[in-house]
């Protein structure tokens, strides 16, 4: 399964050789969504756990060699997310507390603050992955921990020409401004809609030459073995579960003490 994207996801990848990179990824993507779901049952009025999850990430990153600034500019992706939390404390009811004289929704405070940090740690989590994880590994990680084949062969295609429909598209896009094409103007609408419908027949075109060049090849829907590499040992599974092991810790004290 070649393309144009020889090396999708290029730019989140941090190259290194270090036991993370190295750790098998069925074994960092099930350890990832494990400490994502943690995360997210944590209590919403406990603050403290975070400082224990931000302690793991810190640590995993660290054996990672990820520079903590990288993951922090990665957050900037839920930005637009946070400017309607902040609108919790003055729709919600209940007890106020006044900042500035400006009355505030206790109960909203504690539902900002629960959402953002759950969203920023489910995104530093993702971005430890991202960082010592190829796509294409995520991908046979995902096939390895028995995701339905039909979810891993579109995401697979997906992540692997998306480079190559964007080429397409640059291709007509030059074409069309070459023709006098300008899709600033209102009345010059037909062309953009004309744009799209090739680039939609060019794609299932070449969908469909690429389908029977792999099935002509053996291809039955998913990826043989030498891709996906061997089953991971016992010891690997262990080392990738200590982190959400300690998140866990972290959450099922929160909820002993709420």
């Known amino acids: 399964m070649s393309g144009a994207a020889h090396n999708p996801g290029a730019d989140l990848l941090i190259p290194a050789d270090t036991p993370l990179h190295r750790a098998a990824p069925q074994c960092k993507v099930a350890a990832t ?3 994502i779901l943690v995360v997210a049952c944590t209590p919403r009025d406990v603050f403290w756990p975070y400082i224990g ?3 793991v990430l810190a640590a995993a990153a660290a054996v990672a060699q990820i520079p903590a600034g990288t993951l922090l500019r990665r957050l900037v992706v839920e930005i637009p997310f946070v400017f309607f939390v902040v609108l919790l404390p003055f729709l919600a009811t209940g007890p106020e507390v006044h900042v500035l004289g400006v009355p505030l929704s206790i109960a909203g405070l504690e539902s900002g603050a629960a959402i953002v940090l759950k969203a920023s740690f489910g995104l530093l989590a993702t971005g430890v992955l991202a960082a010592t994880t190829p796509l294409p590994e995520v991908i046979t990680g995902l096939e390895r921990l028995r995701v339905p084949k039909i ?3 579109v995401a697979s295609f997906m992540i692997r020409y998306v480079e190559v429909l964007n080429s397409e598209l640059n291709r007509l896009r030059t074409a069309r401004a070459c023709r006098g ?10 062309d953009t809609a004309v744009c799209v419908g090739a680039l939609f027949v060019r794609a299932f075109e070449r969908g469909e030459r690429v389908y029977l060049a792999m099935a002509s090849r053996g291809y039955d829907g998913s990826l043989p073995t030498t891709l996906t590499g061997e ?3 016992r010891t690997a599974w262990l080392m990738a579960f200590a982190p959400p092991a300690a998140f866990a810790t972290l959450m099922a004290t929160a909820w002993a003490t709420a």
């Open 151 to 153: 979810f891993t062969a």
């Open 53 to 55: 999850y931000g302690l």
């Open 181 to 190: 094409g300008d899709p600033r103007w209102l009345w010059q609408a037909r």
């Open 231 to 233: 089953p991971a040992t």
């Open 33 to 35: 969504a494990l400490c």
